[in-house]
């Protein structure tokens, strides 16, 4: 079970500041979240992405400079397999950023991908027509009919102006449930609300929703 953020403000902010609060996040959360991780942020109106194999805690958080829209996912890697960097998400198809939390038993989709979160990012792509709430909307629907059992599908997917978001989960509301944050200059989404921090809301279960 991995760690999602989603960052979007008015004005630029400081990279570092929410990463650090969310590398906190996982490095302290009930489960391992140490298996790589990786973030995505607008630079000059284009996507960077960056990906580490390191757990967050260790990685130099000071290095990306300001943006106005930030994505992130530390990674807990299922059965501690496939601990390599082409896993870590973000995900990204050269227009969107992709990062998924979650289980889905006996998933019967075909698809290529290295992991599931990356067959359920390209099979979204793959039936979006030119409207990608359709797509999302209709991918999980599937999703959950040709699923033996979805213990929790969380996703955020990000093009450079908004985030499409799921929150899906049928156990452990305390730790899949998502909370948000929003004030007149921003927007964070996060699956825990940062440190000592108030203002902070939960996200419904069973809510696909534009940002």
Known sequence: MCRLLFVKSTHAFDIETHLSRFAHIARYSREYQGHGWGCGFLLNGS???YRNISPIWEDDLHQFGKTRLLIAHARSAFRDQGIVVENNMPFFDGRYMF??????QGVRIRETGRTGAEKLFRWIRRVDRGHLQQA???????IRHRTRYVRAMNFIMA???RAHV?????????????????????LIICS???PGETGWQNLPNQTIEVF
């Open 192 to 194: 825990e609300a940062y």
């Open 136 to 142: 999302v909307e209709t991918a999980v629907t599937r």
């Open 99 to 104: 990062v998924f939390n979650g289980e889905l």
């Open 159 to 161: 093009d450079t102006r």
């Open 47 to 49: 996507w960077v992405r």
């Open 166 to 186: 799921v929150s899906y989960f049928n156990e452990n509301p305390d730790y899949f449930t998502l909370r948000i944050k929003q004030t007149p200059e921003a």
